[in-house]
DNA sequence: GTAATTGCAAATAATTTGCTGGGTG
DNA sequence: CACCCAGCAAATTATTTGCAATTAC
């Protein structure tokens, strides 16, 4: 890919890092953008862009996305499951104690596997009563 | 499976459909454009476009997106895994004779599970050379 | 001090949509 | 022959980027 570029740390990408890491949601940029500027009323969206890919480059957030519309981005880089309900589009987050992936992924891939990603799609508890 | 409603059937919606399922790859909306143009000179992004979200409607393909650019669609509407090239880009279909998904997954997940998604990231055999 | 990063705004990229005439059932 | 769908292009939406000023190290 790339060369590992020298990164400062701002206080634009604290406050973003910050923001997601303070909620279980998952939000979009726009989302995250509008909770930054209650701290730093002049922050630009683009920074905040620019900084979500920093930090994704970095490992230290995952982004994730449905399909349609925006990318959202949780800030648990943990090895963890998401489940999408088609109802009302909420993202909740589950762990697992034994890894999904097992010998015979390993096995069956194509290549040398270094990363996976387990999403399940459904009606979740509070869309169900 | 039945679909819920009826679509018209169309030369143009015909041709979109044939072109996915002639391809093992994971072609890009603008890829089936310039494929489908070679049969039907005049036909437009647009229209393409629309006939994807169609097929997706009726549960006859599937739609990808990987972080960034376009979506990807495959033809190949049947449970199966992918796996993503980090280096190359390239995404292949693989198959398990056992299923992913367990009743630990049923129980951890915070509702009804209907569908998921299984993907994986590494390195293809192609480019570990 | 110097080079990465910011804010701003304009530029891109991908996809969707309004309109109108045409083809399907 | 009613109505859905195609073509065309403009509109939207999400994200990226160029530039000059600012700031971290």
Redesign the interface.
Known sequence: MREAKQKRMTRQKAVVHEVLQSTTSHPTADWIYREARKQIPGISLGTVYRNLQALLEEGQIM?L???KGQ?RFDGNAEQH?H?V??KCGKV?D?????P???Q??LD?????????????????????D
């Open positions: 982004e996305n449905y399909g990318s499951y489940f309900c088609e909740y589950f762990a697992m104690d034994s999904t992936i097992s015979e992924v069956a891939a194509p290549g040398l596997v270094k990363d996976y990603r387990f999403e399940c799609y459904g009606i979740c508890k509070d869309c169900l």
